[in-house]
Structures are given as structure tokens and as C-alpha cells.
């Protein structure tokens, strides 16, 4: 090849390409000019590689010629490439192929958590409640002081709280929306309060370091605990069925007097005793009670004009009971697996 290699023939090869690379219609185009003069095999590419062999009178000649050729070949193509490219995006991308068969779709659905809680709120609005909210990062005022938790209460201990500061914390309970509620509204009121909340947790079966809760409040004048025990009555039928019923156990929370645990008949057993209510018959759903007449007094109601009633469930508890659920922790793996099992279940 080096004999025919000629300055001539050198300049003749440079119309050529520049020509070539100046035409290109298309990307298409554009690379297969490049691969035939400066690919692994292209004519400049092998021009250069036979230099050494050229007759010493004009190997610095045609050398040099060829080196600068291959630099302007180079630049142009880069040009011209980029030319071509946003050509074609004007045109609709360079992807698109509008012959090509579509993907084949990926339909997705609620997350568990949210068709229970979605179903949750229905049964509630159908009572007359509406939908309050507040924050998730709280300040200690509203989780735990205007709720009555006296300052040593071990809740209130960094093992159980999430601490920002000093006064911020990530909300412990949906509790603090009720007196943020009452200090911007007057009785009668009637709400439901669900979001996310967080307690210092080792995560395990039955514990999460966030969960899903729903805090439920109804204040009027003469609200008793016959009305708290006929609403959370007609939940748990409306929810797990007519042959669910309810009992309410004393118990202690801080903004509530008097305060139960709320329990209801046991799905599996129909009351009879089972595994899974530890042979009692009956699995706690709630905790619930009157509301103290010191959060009252937080919010700038008279107590002695006013009842009214709290309670709150952990949706979590709720949908591993209904589903048969056996870890807490599916709810937040985001593993398809699980989470598809309960597309569908809701309109
Ligand atoms: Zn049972």
C-alpha cells in the first residue's frame, strides 16, 4: 500500500472525506463515514499506520498531512454529530420509535396501610366525623404536656422519644392533633386524627419505629361513655363484622379519666379461646376513655361545660389483625410480594 501512498493522493483522500463527512443525512450515515476513514480500519487509520514505510523524502510531509487531517476529520465529526442529534430530538427524541410495541403495563395499588385506613375513615365519616391533621415533628407542648403526661412520665424518656431538640420531637402518638384541634375549633366537634407516628423501638414482630395511628375525638355537651362505647361498638361491626362485639377494660392513660383498653371478640375463635387471643376469647384493639378535664383546660374549654370522648388505634394492628398480618415489619419492606396480595381489595 505505501507505494501508491502520494501527496495526491493524500489530498484526494481529504476531498473525499471531508465531502463525506459533510453530506451525512443522519447519525446513520454519519457513522458508517467515520468508520471508513477514521474506524480501526478506515483509510486515514491506515494511512497512518504506514508512514513509517514511506520513502524518507516525504514520509514528513505526508505525515504531518495525514496527522492534521485525521485532527479536522475528528472535529468535524463531532460537529456534525451534534448537528444531527438535536435535528433529530426536534424531531421527537431519540428514542422514539412510535412503530415499536409498547411496554407491557405494570399496574400498581394501594399499599396495604392505606386501604385499611381508607376503609377505616369511611366507617367514621359515616358517623358524622371529619378529618383532622397535624404535624409529624411535634413539639413536646402538644405530645405531652397540654395531653396532661406529668414531667417525669417514662414516655416522655429519650428510650421511647425520638428528640429533635430539647422541645421537638417526632410525635410519639396522633394525640397532640386533639388539643391543636380544640384550640382553633369550639364544641361541638367530632374528628379523626390518622398519621404516622414514631417511638425508639427495636423493630421485631409486633414493633415498629413508625407506625400508622388514628386518634379519634368527639366533644359536646353531656358526651358520655355510654356514646364512646356505642361509636367504637359500631366500628368494630361495621369493620370485622356484626358478630364482633366490645368490652372495655380499666386502664391508665394521662389525658384520660376514666381510661380503658378496648378489646373486641376474637375473629378466630368467635370468644372461645384460641391461639391467637391467648385463650381469652377476646384482642385488645384500642385504647380509649373521657377526656381529662385538664386537656380541656390546655385547649381553653370550660370542663364543666363540656365532655367528650378520645381513642386511638394503631392502623398496623388493625390490618394484621383483619389480614392475618404476622409481621409489622411487612408493612414497611416494600416487597412487592406482599404488598400485591391486596390490590384489588378496595374499589
Ligand atoms: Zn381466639
Known amino acids: 500500500m505505501s507505494d501508491e501512498i502520494s501527496e495526491s493522493s493524500v489530498e484526494d483522500l481529504s476531498n473525499r472525506a471531508l465531502n463525506s463527512f459533510e453530506n451525512a443525512k443522519n447519525l446513520e450515515e454519519l457513522e458508517t463515514v467515520?468508520?471508513?476513514?477514521?474506524?480501526?480500519?478506515?483509510e486515514v487509520t491506515q494511512i497512518l499506520r504506514s508512514i513509517a514505510s514511506l520513502p524518507q523524502e516525504i514520509r514528513p510531509r505526508i505525515g504531518k498531512r495525514i496527522n492534521d487531517l485525521k485532527i479536522e476529520l475528528s472535529a468535524l465529526y463531532e460537529k456534525k454529530a451534534e448537528e444531527l442529534q438535536s435535528e433529530r430530538e426536534g424531531e421527537g427524541g431519540f428514542l422514539l420509535d412510535p412503530t415499536l410495541p409498547g411496554r407491557s403495563g405494570f399496574e400498581g395499588g394501594l399499599h396495604v396501610l392505606h386501604l385499611v385506613l381508607k376503609e377505616i375513615k369511611e366507617i367514621f365519616y359515616g358517623m358524622g366525623y371529619s378529618l383532622a391533621e397535624g404535624p409529624d415533628v411535634e413539639l413536646d407542648y402538644y405530645n405531652f404536656e397540654a395531653l396532661n403526661f406529668p414531667p417525669d412520665h417514662p414516655s416522655r424518656d429519650l428510650q421511647d422519644t425520638?428528640?429533635?431538640?430539647?422541645?421537638?420531637?417526632?410525635?410519639?402518638?396522633?394525640?397532640?392533633v386533639q388539643v391543636r384541634y380544640m384550640e382553633k375549633h369550639k364544641p361541638p366537634l367530632r374528628i379523626i386524627a390518622p398519621g404516622?407516628?414514631?417511638?425508639?423501638?427495636?423493630p421485631d414482630p409486633s414493633h415498629s419505629a413508625e407506625f400508622l395511628q388514628m386518634e379519634g375525638l368527639y366533644v359536646d355537651k353531656n358526651v358520655s361513655l355510654a356514646d364512646l362505647r356505642s361509636d367504637v361498638s359500631h366500628f368494630v361491626k361495621s369493620y370485622f363484622g356484626d358478630d364482633a362485639s366490645v368490652r372495655f377494660r380499666p386502664h391508665y392513660f394521662p389525658f384520660t379519666e376514666p381510661s380503658a383498653e378496648v378489646d373486641m371478640t376474637c375473629f378466630a375463635c368467635k370468644g372461645?379461646?384460641?391461639?391467637?387471643?391467648?385463650?381469652?376469647g377476646w384482642i385488645e384493639i384500642m385504647g380509649a376513655g373521657m377526656v381529662h378535664p385538664s386537656v380541656f383546660k390546655y385547649a381553653g374549654y370550660d370542663p364543666d361545660e363540656y365532655t367528650g370522648f378520645a381513642f386511638g388505634m394503631g392502623i398496623d394492628r388493625i390490618a394484621m389483625l383483619k389480614y392475618g398480618i404476622d409481621d409489622i415489619r411487612r408493612f414497611l419492606t416494600n416487597d412487592i410480594r406482599f404488598l400485591r396480595q391486596f390490590w384489588g381489595f378496595s374499589s
Do not use: H, M
Open 34 to 42: 467515520r468508520v471508513a476513514f477514521l474506524g480501526r480500519k478506515g
Open 162 to 176: 425520638f428528640y429533635l431538640t430539647k422541645d421537638i420531637l417526632l410525635r410519639t402518638q396522633t394525640s397532640p
Open 196 to 202: 404516622r407516628v414514631y417511638r425508639n423501638e427495636t
Open 272 to 280: 372461645k379461646g384460641c391461639s391467637i387471643c391467648q385463650k381469652t
